[in-house]
């Protein structure tokens, strides 16, 4: 079994900052890539930063120089660094891991976690 766990929303003003964390736990062999997809209320998933295993990062153009994605591979965790957040940041945040497991390539979702954006 595979878990994502992710930590870190909650409630933060115009222009503040906030820091996701996902840990990934369970029998897996490695980690492909993880990525971090947000969800606002009546909008589809979108995706918002991705990094690979081999450290390649790439950003919704709507988050560039603003947000961080980075990892910690003996943690089997990566983390989304916010910054200058507005209000249309505001979402659900999910992790999502592509790995590969004993079975083969399976990819998982975090349960998510809410960031609002708001004075």
């Known amino acids: 079994q595979v878990q994502l766990v992710e930590s870190g929303g909650g409630l933060v003003q115009p222009g503040g900052s906030l820091r996701l964390s996902c840990a990934a736990s369970?029998?897996?062999?490695?980690?492909?890539?993880m990525a971090w997809y947000r969800q606002a209320p009546g909008k589809e998933r979108e995706p918002v930063a991705i990094?690979?295993?081999?450290?390649?990062?790439n950003y919704a153009d709507s988050v560039k120089g603003r947000f961080t994605i980075s990892r910690d591979g003996a943690k089997n965790t990566v983390y989304l660094q916010m910054t200058s957040l507005n209000p249309e940041d505001t979402a659900v945040y999910y992790c999502?891991?592509?790995?590969?497991?004993?079975?083969?390539?399976?990819?998982?979702w975090g349960q998510g976690t809410q960031v609002t954006v708001s004075s």
């Open positions: 990094i690979t295993s081999g450290g390649s990062t």
């Open positions: 999502h891991a592509d790995l590969l497991t004993f079975i083969g390539r399976q990819d998982y």
């Open positions: 369970g029998s897996f062999r490695s980690i492909n890539a």
